[in-house]
């Protein structure tokens, strides 16, 4: 339940009162000091209490939530709530334990694209950099209602969302991998390649190098499917980062090119020298800022160029792939694209470290009194 929030104002008011910066602290009184942790902790929360709590909203019935005034606004209060909860790898696996992980994937089946969204993107929040995560959700048959969004949700958000949760469940993982090749994954990225919302296409090209990368003849199955085709036409799009998206998907494809039967067909050839003649002549007439903004696209096009053809393109005789103050050997376009940020820190995550127990307004559960009747 939602609760008044703290008086702030008057603890600032309280502590400038008895200091005043410069002597040494004074003795607190009994009551003071009593005062003053009974305020500390009433803006701590118990945060396996709290999950237990909305994981017992989440297998309510629709209707009962609905007859208690809960709205679906408040449910994706509820789950923006969870997912910082479970950015802490530790609260990520205990919500399986306290029984919340099938509920949430429950909601993935909402009748509101709203909450279907917050889910997904709950639990990309769960699996990333998480292997015990990813195991559980895998378990669970997660990865099957997720490519179900991903491939039918009539809401594109809901399938952005989805396929964005099922990029963080497959990286480094095996089963995941294959499952969604078995499942005609790749059919579903060319469907959200041809769409025309920019989100939804960045999230399928991001995609594409990695797993490309992880099963190199794959690359064979994107050609059948015309992917070159379609990723020339997107290297020309007006948005920065699907044209280094697409680029970047070309480039695994080239790699399989020598001596190989895979990787762009020789009669694309054509078209995608055209491609990267206008773009490196668009490149030559930016000025020194706009140079700077497509850094990574310049190496790009210079390493599919010589991918292709077997010689550096013209950027490098021109000056242009490496600027003035860059660094002086090109940077890694790719594998930085593949980590998700939300736990960068996951690598040197330590496991006696506790996840923090600050405090913030919980949303509207099930209404006054009935949630700690239904709990006990």
């Known amino acids: 339940?939602?609760?008044?929030?703290?008086?702030?104002?008057?603890?600032?008011?309280?502590?400038?009162a008895h200091s005043d910066g410069?002597?040494?602290?004074?003795?607190?009184?009994?009551?003071?000091?009593?005062?003053?942790m009974e305020a500390m902790q009433s803006q701590t929360v118990d945060v396996v209490k709290r999950m237990k709590e909305i994981t017992l909203v989440m297998q309510t019935p629709e209707q009962v939530l609905e007859s208690h005034g809960v709205t679906p606004q408040d449910i994706g209060d509820m789950l923006d709530e969870l997912q910082e909860h479970v950015e802490s790898i530790d609260m990520a696996n205990d919500l399986h334990s306290i029984g919340g992980l099938v509920p949430l994937l429950g909601y993935l089946k909402n009748s509101h694209a709203?909450?279907?969204?917050?889910?997904?993107?709950?639990?990309?929040?769960?699996v990333q950099n998480n292997p015990r995560g990813q195991q559980l959700v895998m378990e669970a048959n997660g990865l099957e209602q997720l490519l179900s969004n991903f491939t039918l949700d009539p809401d594109v958000m809901v399938r952005t969302k989805a396929l964005g949760a099922i990029s963080s469940l497959i990286r480094h993982n095996k089963p995941g991998i294959s499952a969604f090749r078995l499942a005609n994954g790749y059919a579903a990225l060319k469907d959200a390649l041809s769409s025309e919302d920019v989100r939804f296409q960045r999230k399928a090209l991001n995609l594409i190098p990695y797993l490309l990368n992880e099963n190199r003849s794959d690359c064979g199955i994107v050609t059948e499917l015309g992917f070159p085709h379609i990723l020339m036409d997107l290297a020309s799009s007006e948005d920065a980062d699907v044209r280094e998206a697409a680029l970047r998907g070309l480039l695994e494809l080239a790699q399989d090119r020598p001596g190989k039967p895979d990787g762009i067909p020789n009669e694309e050839d054509d078209k995608l020298k055209k491609i990267l003649q206008k773009r490196i002549k668009e490149i030559g007439k930016m000025s020194a800022e706009d140079l700077g903004a497509v850094k990574e696209e310049r190496q790009l096009v210079?390493?599919?160029?010589?991918?292709?053809?077997?010689?550096?393109?013209?950027?490098?005789?021109?000056?242009?792939?490496?600027?003035p103050g860059e660094d002086s050997s090109p940077p890694?376009?790719?594998?930085?694209?593949?980590?998700?940020?939300?736990?960068?820190?996951a690598a040197n995550w330590n496991p006696d470290t506790k996840p923090?127990?600050?405090?913030?307004?919980?949303?509207?559960?099930?209404?006054?009194?009935?949630?700690?009747?239904?709990?006990s």
Request: charged share 25%.
């Open 1 to 16: 339940m939602a609760k008044e929030g703290p008086n702030w104002e008057g603890l600032l008011k309280w502590s400038l």
């Open 22 to 36: 410069t002597g040494s602290s004074r003795k607190l009184s009994e009551d003071d000091r009593k005062w003053f």
């Open 114 to 126: 709203n909450i279907r969204q917050k889910a997904a993107e709950v639990l990309t929040t769960i």
């Open 302 to 323: 210079d390493s599919l160029w010589y991918a292709c053809y077997n010689e550096p393109s013209s950027l490098r005789e021109n000056g242009l792939l490496v600027l």
């Open 332 to 345: 890694d376009v790719a594998s930085k694209h593949f980590e998700p940020p939300l736990r960068a820190w």
């Open 356 to 375: 923090s127990s600050e405090k913030k307004e919980s949303p509207l559960l099930i209404g006054p009194g009935a949630l700690s009747d239904n709990a």
